[in-house]
């Protein structure tokens, strides 16, 4: 049994390896991904365009509008002269941000009154308006209490000091080059095991292979090995471009992110396998994956927070593997979480394994008998 | 109109195929006859058929030479060819989830026929090719045949002047095949159609009023299918044996007679074509067989001719013993149904196949042949029956049954991106053969099939007889009791035919029993025992001599076996 199985995997590899497409499918789009979700994918604000409308002139005001100017995260696109130009530069996306002074700005500051300084921002995009205005908060929150300390005032009851911990620079790189470990694993690792079943249905290779003495469990053992090995290999080179590339800190121990990596891998190849056994053409066996990636990745809180979504939509997160895997490299990469922290992850994740396999097995059974 | 349909002057044509230049047109110059009726275009796999047809259609640009169809150019003028030319490729592009009605309107706006004239087209063609009753069907779910029909109804939506047709009756029954014949003729009659039909069936290249014979991209002849057996007359002979069961010993020792051009089966007897005109009593000098002289056939002038022309001759033989011989019958069925849906597609069949005998599976398209095929090699679970394979039950032990048996499809089923050897080595330890043994039979594969030079080279890359070869090889090298052949020469020219059937009685001579479908029926003659099926259920069980009496009436007391199969299911349908 165990040579029959071993002679199929080796076939599978050959398959794979000998035909020039399915190599470069398998080596250069993650690549590519990780690529351009390392560098393109970003919540920092960086030389965001904004305008000023300064009604004051005042030292208090200049002293205000230099910080903005100074900040990595704005760039001084132009300075406004009368308010019926803002909603020009607005509308042509000029500027996202446009901040108006008012006119007794140092006055009223000097004479220890409230001041005030409006801000206009683009909303269209609500995340980068929400990013604009936590930047230019943190500004003006700076600005206070600096004016507070140089002129003796009492400063706000409250003082609020933020120190973020595991990204203490609050760095997005961070996040997503952790998520990309998760998502090309999956992409990956379907692609290659939701196709081999249906590419052998669509060549007419299926049923010669059927016809040998191979029992199905021995098909599908042969089948799930080769996209567990890509997928371990595909991870390996992810994580060591991540550390080495994109110096996201390796904190935890690869023990437990292997751990992680395995069962996760275990689940994905269910998923494809189940895939598999149901696609009769290599397009359905596509349409198939991909209708499985696109919600797994929207559901894993990948890019958006899972507690943000609609409670029935947040029970639904609880079937996707990706969602406890994003967890678990997260935990490991930036917190260094281990086994004891992270077991609330893992055992779900081997549940949906188990049940994946388990139905791909079934699956594969009941469709060639 | 005295101008022929179809010239060709100098034609060339090469095509790179990893890395590699092949010929397929190497100054090929011919004129069809003019006056319409149908040209047969026939030769050998690779003889440049197919490129010729997409020469003549202006889908290909010729390397050098010219080829003038109705008077135009048809590279220069390709869109006003192609609007005159009706051309129905090997594989017709019917959208399968359109109904036949969609097809045809779909073929007639993309041939831009006018919507006055649709009514009455769309009627005549319905009429010709009986596709009347199912214009609301969806084209997937038509039969072999009737695709056919409905690909040539929508290449003559928009009547053509010159209709080029690319092996349309290949995997078609000889029912259907007739069918399809019958509206080529109704076509050439009542429109004056010129015709260019290819075709690997030489019985059809017989009917044909001119042939020509291509072989390596260049003309061999040209002339009517009489001109091409007329110089046998006085060389073909039928020889029977006195011991009917010794009759592939016969063939081989005739087959390897100096003085013997072609040996093949026909019933208890074998054909041969002699070299040269001899007296039977001469040839027969030391084999105990009677000697009659017989008319020659367009196939012996085929053979005779490409032979001549110095087509690669005999082959080696390769010889399998059966390891296991299991007593009694090598495949028992009894009671053997399969329904789907519903619909009973086999039921209740019961025969047996005796070990070491060659039997054919034959019948019309949807007849449950293939069904039956896929259940007795263990693709298909029964729906209910008893079903026993070498001596095994497949529905306890179908992994232990399916490693006494081979399988070869018609469909070329083996990994096309891995070289000869690994396709041969996965196989081998998928049916658990290890280390040494592995070696020994890969040295056997590769000797047997004359292989070994192609050892490294692509599966998929092989030209198709060499793709068989490995097919063959595959199947073979955990030595079966049984080996199971699904339409294994569909499209394969005569020659290679003949080549392959050699191999197949070298293992039936070696013990192996060996299950066949095929819709040559000359092929059913090469059979030791045969069914024909219709509706799922048999029809007629026997040797092909007893099959062909069953079929006798007065006016032909003795029919051909495709006779035999037409009028066997037309009986059956009047009844």
Known sequence: MGARILALIVKEFLALFRDKRSRFVIVVPPLIQLLVFGYAATYDLDEAPFAVYDRDGGHAARDLLARFEGSPAFELERRIGSAGEIAGVIDAREVLLVVQVDQRFTADLAAGRQAKVQFLIDGRNSNTAQTVLDYASQIVAGFNRDWAAAHGLQGPPVSLVTRAWYNPNLESRWFFVTGLVGILTLVVTMMVTAMSVAREREQGTFDQLLVTPLRPAEILIGKAVPGLLIGLFEVSVVVLLAVVWFQVPLVGSLTVLYTGVVLFLFAAVGVGLMISSLAVTLQQALLGAFLFMVPAVILSGFATPIANMPEPVQWLTLIDPLRYYLVIVRGVFLEGAGFGLLIHQMWPLAGIALVTLVTAAWLFRHRMA | MSVSPLIAEGLRKTFQ??????????????????????????????????TLMRLAAGLLVPDAGRIHCIGLDATRESLAVQAAVGYMPQRFGLYEDLTVQENLELYADLQGLPPAERGARYARLAEMTGLGPFVGRLAGRLSGGMKQ???LACTLVRPPRLLLLDEPTVGVDPVSRRELWAIVYRLVDEE????????????????CSDVILLDRGRLVDQGPPGAFSAPLRGRTFLVRGADASARRALQARLAAHPGVLDAVLQGEAVRIVTTEAVAPDRLA?????????????????FVARLKDAGAPGELELPR????????????????????????????????AVHAGEIFGLLGANGAGKTTTFRMLCGLLPASAGRLRVAGVDLRHAAAEARGRIGYMSQRFSLYGNLSVRQNLEFFARTYGLRGARVRER??????????????????????????????????????????????????VDP??????????????????????TTHFMEEAEYCDRLVIMAAGALLAIGTPSEVKAQAARDGTPAPTMEEAFIRLIERREAA
Request: glycine share 12%; aromatic share 8%; net charge negative.
């Open chain 2, 17 to 50: 195929s990893a890395g590699r230049t092949v010929t397929a047109l190497d100054g090929l110059s011919f004129a069809m006859v003019p006056g319409g009726g149908v040209t047969g275009l026939i030769g050998p796999d690779g003889a440049g058929k197919t």
């Open chain 2, 149 to 151: 029909k409905l690909g």
């Open chain 2, 495 to 516: 020659l290679a035919r003949r080549e392959f059937w050699g191999r197949i009685y070298a293992l039936a001579e070696g013990g192996v029993t060996v299950l066949v």
């Open chain 2, 285 to 301: 000098s030391g084999i105990e067989a009677t000697c009659e002289a017989v008319s020659p056939r367009f196939e012996d002038g």
């Open chain 2, 320 to 351: 399998v013993d059966a390891l296991r011989r299991t007593p009694g019958d090598a495949i028992e069925v009894e009671g053997l149904t399969k329904r789907f849906d519903g619909f009973t597609a086999v039921d209740a069949l019961t025969f």
């Open chain 2, 192 to 207: 004056g159609l010129a015709v260019l039909l290819s075709t690997a069936y030489l019985d059809e290249a017989e009917r």
């Open chain 2, 442 to 491: 890969l040295a056997w594969a590769f000797a047997a099939f004359e292989l070994a030079e192609l050892a490294d080279a692509e599966a998929g890359a092989l030209p198709l007889g060499y793709r068989q070869r490995l097919a063959m090889a595959a199947a073979l090298l955990h030595e079966p009791d049984i080996l199971f052949l699904d339409e294994p020469t569909s499209g």
